[in-house]
C-alpha cells in the first residue's frame, strides 16, 4: 500500500483532534488515522464519524506518553505505507485554573506531555515524512504571550535562531526543576506551566524546520508550528467562541498546503497567518 498517502491525528477522539480528523476525512486523499490513548474510545469516535457522517477514518492506538505505543505506530506505518504524508501533533493536556494540583506537579505533568511526549513522537515519526509531506504541531497563542513574561535573557534563548533541541529540553527541564522548587517566577519564568509547555512546543518547531531544511533539501517537506484559537472543548470549556470544526481550520489548512508552495515554512501561524516570533 506504498503507493496510498496516509496522514496521522495524534490526540484525536474528541475536541479539535477529532475535528481534524473530520475535515482531512472529507478533504485529504489518502487513509486518515484517528488516534487514542484508550483504544475503546478511540473505536468508538471511529464509529460515529463513519455512522452519522459517512467518513471513513481509521484507528491507531497511541500514547503520545508511551514510548512502545509511539513506536508500535511508526513500525505499522513504515510497513504499511512505507512512510508518512502528514502528521499533526495535536494531543496535549492542561489543568484547569481552579484545579488544586501543586504547581511543581502541574508543571511535571503539562511539560511531560505536551513537550517530551510530542518531541518523542516528531523523533520517531518525523524520519518517516515522505517527499512533500507536512508536518503540523498544534501549538497556542499562549505561547507567544507566555514568552512575553519571561525574562529578557529567557526571551532571547527562546528567539534564538541556533538554539537546538537539547538546549530546548534542558531549557524545559529548568522549568521543571524551579516550579518544583516554587523559584519558577524569581528565575524569569511566566507563571503558566501550559504557556511554557506550549513556548517548548512552538520553538522545538522552529528547530525542527530548520534541521529539515539541512538534512532533507529539495524534499519539498513542510513544518509548521500553529494556534487553532480559543475552542470549546473539554480542555478550553464552554465560553470559548470557537467550535472545534473551526478550530481545526488552521491545522487542516497547514497540513494541505499544496507541493507547489514553500510557506509559511517554520512559522508560528494563527487564523492562516504568520505571527511573529
Excluded at 520517531?124 to 512575553?148: D, F, H, T, Y
Excluded at 525542527?208 to 519539498?220: F, I, M, Y
Excluded at 499544496?258 to 494563527?270: A, C
Aim: glycine share 8%; charged share 25%; aromatic share 6%.
Amino acid at each position: 500500500m506504498s503507493g496510498v498517502r496516509v496522514a496521522v491525528v495524534t490526540g484525536s477522539n474528541k475536541g479539535i483532534g477529532l475535528a481534524i480528523v473530520r475535515a482531512l476525512c472529507k478533504k485529504f486523499q489518502g487513509d486518515v488515522y484517528l488516534t487514542a490513548r484508550n483504544p475503546q474510545l478511540g473505536e468508538e469516535a471511529v464509529q460515529a464519524l463513519k455512522e452519522k457522517e459517512g467518513l471513513s477514518p481509521l484507528f491507531h492506538q497511541l500514547d503520545i506518553n508511551d514510548l512502545n505505543s509511539i513506536r508500535a505506530l511508526r513500525d505499522f506505518l513504515k510497513e504499511k505505507y512505507g512512510g508518512l504524508d502528514v502528521l499533526i501533533n495535536n494531543a496535549g493536556i492542561a489543568f484547569k485554573v481552579a484545579d488544586t494540583t501543586p504547581f511543581g506537579t502541574q508543571a511535571e505533568v503539562t511539560l511531560r506531555t505536551n513537550f517530551f511526549a510530542t518531541r518523542d513522537i516528531c523523533n520517531e515519526l518525523l524520519p518517516l515524512i515522505k517527499p512533500n509531506g507536512r508536518v503540523v504541531n498544534v501549538s497556542s497563542m499562549v505561547s507567544p504571550r507566555a514568552l512575553a513574561q519571561c525574562s529578557t535573557e529567557l526571551q532571547e534563548r527562546f528567539r534564538s535562531d541556533t538554539i537546538t533541541e537539547e538546549e530546548l529540553a534542558k531549557l524545559m527541564e529548568k522549568f521543571v526543576e524551579d516550579a518544583k522548587n516554587g523559584v519558577h517566577q524569581e528565575k524569569g519564568w511566566p507563571n503558566t506551566a501550559y504557556g511554557v509547555s506550549k513556548i517548548g512546543v512552538t520553538v522545538l518547531s522552529r528547530i525542527q524546520a530548520r534541521r529539515l531544511k539541512e538534512t532533507r533539501k529539495g524534499e519539498g517537506i513542510i513544518l509548521n508550528a500553529c494556534c487553532p484559537g480559543w475552542v470549546r472543548t473539554d480542555m478550553a470549556g464552554p465560553n470559548a467562541p470557537k467550535t472545534p470544526d473551526e478550530g481545526a481550520e488552521t491545522p487542516v489548512y497547514l497540513a494541505l498546503l499544496p507541493e507547489s508552495v514553500d510557506s509559511p515554512y517554520g512559522e508560528f501561524v494563527s487564523e492562516k497567518k504568520v505571527v511573529p516570533w
